[in-house]
């Protein structure tokens, strides 16, 4: 489905399309130089060429970025505020991440930070499918935060993988997902895995939902959602930005029943602010869940910066649907009572490794993760 004819884009609450949104960059320069260096960049994001090679007063007036305002946030660390007209985006993702920092991308002097995406552009590209409530509703939970394991290491063959989700469903989990590095390999096709571990959860568990690992060319992304749906699926993972945003966001716009996971693999490569990027763009194209590094995990994320990346996935917006955080990397089971009184319950706790590294008794670490999730909240409310 085409989505600037989706019915997202025929949402009267907002509005029409305003000229230009404005777009927050964070830039390293002198002081002596950031005047010069914030047109530059005004420049490079809209025309890509010197003002005087143009000569038609509309694009000189309308098209060309607009310097809106500029901050010194410490010493060399300027925040440069650029307007950039709306309709060089054509409501298009792809174009949209062009627009924003195409160019600029490659001069490492320069962060994205955040844009004002006018709500009237936004719903042109229609935000999630199923958001909060919709996975709730699949998955029965209420109340509470979401559960979610992960199946790894890859290199495991179908059979293997399907046995560890049946120990994860028979333990009440909500979601089990694949490792984003199982994607078409010989030792563990698409197609056999998918039938192996849905029919395996299907068998143990009425509410806990499978979400494969969707990967290749859009062509090839599509028929693994069409074969996964056939399998009974209804949530799929995919990595935006291997994928593509613009594919990412027609597969969301295809496949309008379907919850998706967006996994961050490569966005850090991007010098897009993260709150900007896995909370706000990955929303604006479809995400249901946004996956991301949470803090004291494998990764170098903040606790401030996570906080804002849960926010932009949750704070209303537009027509959308609320979007679930899911903090993970390296996340152990005995730091459950810590996430979930800093995310609160509508977040998605995302734990790998920790569980699986119960083995035989899978299961029964499975069940009582999902008690502590449970009880944490009980107990919140009798306080």
Known sequence: MDSSNSKFAEKPECGGTPGRMAVTYRVRSDAAAIEARAQAIAVEQSVETPLAAISDETVLREIVG?????RE???????V?????????????????????GNTSMQE????HDAEIPDSMAAHFGGPNVGIAGLRAKCGASGRAFTCAALKPQGLPPKELAALA???AAGGIDFIKDDHGLADQAYSPFVDR?????????QTASYTLYVPNISGSLD??????????????????????????SNFHRLVRTFSNVAFFAHPAMAGASRIAPPFLLGKLFRLFGADVTIYPNFGGRFSCTPETCKAIADAARRPWCCFKPCTPSPAGGMTLDRVPEILDFYGPDTMLLIGGSLLSAKRRLSEETAAFLARVARHFEDKTDE
Do not use: H, W, Y
């Open 220 to 245: 090839v992304a599509a028929a693994q959602i069409a074969l996964a749906i056939k399998e009974g699926v209804e949530a799929v993972m995919v990595e935006p930005m291997i994928l593509g945003v």
């Open 73 to 79: 946030l410490e010493a060399g660390l300027f925040e």
């Open 81 to 101: 505020r650029i307007g950039l007209a709306v309709e060089t985006t054509g409501f298009e993702a792809g174009q949209l991440l062009n627009m924003l920092f």
């Open 109 to 112: 002097d320069v962060t994205l």
């Open 66 to 70: 607009e310097v809106q305002g500029i």
């Open 166 to 168: 049946k120990q994860l």
């Open 194 to 202: 998918v039938r192996a571990c849905a029919s395996a959860i299907r």
